[in-house]
């Protein structure tokens, strides 16, 4: 009789033990979701804040890029296009996961800034190629603009330069 009752003691023991790893375990699995979801928003907020610091440098490297092609510095205009096409790379590799169609658009000035400066290096016809690049800048960057409005507004105003 004493063999039934720790026979039954230690099965109700055991299928006690069983519940509470198994609960543990659920907790365990509803954390690390938790966590998970927490590093994402984590890495789509770094993603954000740098792009804030990229973006307001590929507006402003636009105008010095026209600025030279007016006054005909081709060694200037290609030095200007090698940084494009840095920043452009680092905006788009920061928003591929976010903002697809931005950084779609930056690759594709990248392309076109490396169009640009072979021309220039080659001393070919350097304003089509230039022309070119230009206009597919200026798509980009409206696009860069926009998601600036809406990315400072989430931020309340801030640009990542401090203003």
């Known amino acids: 009789m004493a063999t039934n009752i720790g026979t039954w003691l230690g099965i109700a023991l055991t299928a006690v033990g069983f519940g509470v790893t198994f609960w543990q375990v659920w907790i365990a699995r509803r954390e690390a979701r938790g966590a998970r979801e927490a590093v994402l928003r984590v890495e789509r907020r770094l993603a954000s804040n740098s792009a804030l610091l990229l973006?307001?440098?590929?507006?402003?490297?636009?105008?010095?890029?026209?600025?030279?092609?007016?006054?005909?510095?081709?060694?200037?205009?290609?030095g200007l296009l090698l940084r494009w096409r840095h920043t452009a790379g680092a905006a788009a590799g920061v928003l591929s996961e976010t903002e697809p169609e931005i950084a779609r658009l930056l690759s594709g000035s990248i392309g076109a800034a490396v169009l640009a400066e072979g021309e220039l290096r080659a001393r070919r016809a350097t304003r089509p190629a230039v022309s070119d690049f230009m206009s597919v800048v200026g798509a980009a960057n409206l696009e860069v603009s926009r998601y600036l409005g809406r990315a400072r507004a989430y931020t309340g105003g801030e640009d990542g330069h401090g203003s």
């Open 55 to 78: 973006l307001p440098e590929l507006l402003a490297l636009e105008e010095l890029i026209q600025t030279a092609v007016d006054a005909s510095e081709g060694s200037e205009v290609a």
